[in-house]
């Protein structure tokens, strides 16, 4: 089981994409923002594209860079950023089909902050909103929204995710703090009603 407490999930079904750029780009400026907080040493990144085997022939499919446990990794996070381009005004059906394995619930604990590129102006909010919903059905706590980009505002990311985490550092050093503070606390079993 993954240790890190720092995982970047990437929805893009191509690896080393703008998008998980983008995503680098948040993780390194939140954990400037944060350096009293443990947010670990090295981010564990998960690009999907190399992770998932897909296929449109009659050849098996496999993954290019497998992971034990790519599932583990993003639920023992304690700061998860996860990204992804629009496709048809939401995030990829390869983000959703990863995401689906788990149950209401199962990512609780951990501090999520959605990312992603759109092509509209429309689809930058609508990407944002469901990606969010979705992060905090599975019981994500997500308390700064997504950072959104429009493609051409790519080049400038440096410059719109640092005004982003200036705006957001506080509630995300609050919800860290006490997402660090429940980890440690013991896990109980047994007893009850």
């Given at each position: ?39 670990g040493?090295?981010?564990?990144v ?9 296929t449109f ?12 446990d ?20 939401t995030?990829t ?12 619930g ?13 092509g ?10 469901t990606l ?5 059905e599975?019981?994500?706590q ?5 950072v ?11 410059t ?9 550092a ?24």
């Open positions: 089981m993954s240790t890190a407490q720092t995982v970047v999930l990437v929805g893009n079904p191509r690896a080393g994409s703008r998008t998980s750029a983008l995503a680098g780009t948040v993780v390194e400026q939140v954990r400037a923002a944060l350096p009293d907080l443990d947010l040493d090295t981010p564990e998960l690009e999907l594209a190399e992770l998932v085997g897909i022939t009659a050849e098996p499919a496999t993954a290019a860079a497998p992971h034990p790519p599932w583990g990794a993003v639920r023992s996070a304690r700061l998860l950023v996860v990204a992804t381009p629009t496709y048809k005004g995030y059906g390869l983000l959703k089909i990863f995401l689906d394995t788990y149950q209401a199962d990512l609780a604990g951990v501090v999520a902050v959605p990312v992603a590129i759109a509209k102006p429309d689809h930058r909010d609508s990407v944002a909103a969010q919903l979705l992060l905090e599975l019981g994500a997500v308390p700064s929204g997504a959104s980009l429009l493609e051409p505002e790519v080049p400038d990311a440096e719109v995710v640092a005004d982003w985490v200036g705006e957001h506080g509630t995300l050093q609050r919800a860290l703090t006490a997402a660090g503070v429940r980890a440690e606390q013991p896990v109980v079993t047994g007893g009850g009603r």
